[in-house]
T-cell receptor
């Protein structure tokens, strides 16, 4: 079972920031927060991940609360091509085989409107 | 061009036949994975390989087999023992078992 909770869908106007929330209240100290997105009928695309600190890359920013129980993915200027299902995943990263698997929930369908 | 390739994009299988899905990567990654996705659902892990000549079962390995004879290749065979093979199959790889996984474009398998 997925260890995260996300809203099933969100809308965002083109050019505006898209803020996608994720709750992970049972996260452990050694678990990372990962974000992927999947455009219809394509493979998931890695976006960003973090442990404690906020992270930013060319695609997005990740804001993790101080207690680590929730996070927000921010797409600063959403375009129509950002319409996809966004998955928030918590994952241990250690040498233990199956414990590193990605457990995908049902994610958030972000619809960017023109 | 570096990346992960899966072929074919669509695959049709008759009931009772085995079929092999290809996954190749030129990223020099040690670890590779196979996931299955059913409509409206998340991904489920079938098999993974930490290194050449090694592989382990994931959560839903029954009816599937894999091999890892080369670092860049991790083919998945869907056998006739898999009762519900129709799904979207995704291959992924990572530098090692602890690092970020990157996915290929997927193969959609349809049983006729």
């Amino acid at each position: 079972d997925a260890k995260t909770t996300q809203p099933p869908s969100m809308d965002c106007a083109e050019g505006r920031a898209a803020n996608l929330p994720c709750n992970h209240s049972t996260i452990s100290g050694n678990e990372y927060v990962y974000w992927y997105r999947q455009i219809h009928s394509q493979g998931p695309q890695y976006i960003i991940h973090g442990l404690k600190n906020n992270e930013t890359n060319e695609m997005a920013s990740l804001i993790i609360t101080e207690d680590r129980k929730s996070s927000t993915l921010i797409l600063p200027h959403a375009t129509l091509r950002d319409t996809a299902v966004y998955y928030c995943i918590v994952r241990v990263a250690r040498y233990g085989g199956a414990t590193n698997k990605l457990i995908f929930g049902t994610g958030t369908l972000l619809a960017v409107q023109p | 061009d570096g990346g992960i390739t899966q072929s074919p994009k669509y695959l049709f299988r008759k009931e009772g036949q085995n079929v092999t899905l290809s996954c190749e990567q030129n990223l020099n990654h040690d670890a590779m994975y196979w996931y299955r996705q059913d409509p409206g659902q998340g991904l489920r892990l079938i098999y993974y390989s930490q290194i050449v000549n090694d592989f382990q079962k994931g959560d839903i390995a029954e009816g599937y087999s894999v091999s890892r004879e080369k670092k860049e290749s991790f083919p998945l065979t869907v056998t006739s023992a898999q009762k519900n093979p129709t799904a979207f199959y995704l291959c992924a790889s990572s530098i090692d078992i602890t690092e970020t996984q990157y996915f290929g474009p997927g193969t959609r398998l349809l049983v006729l």
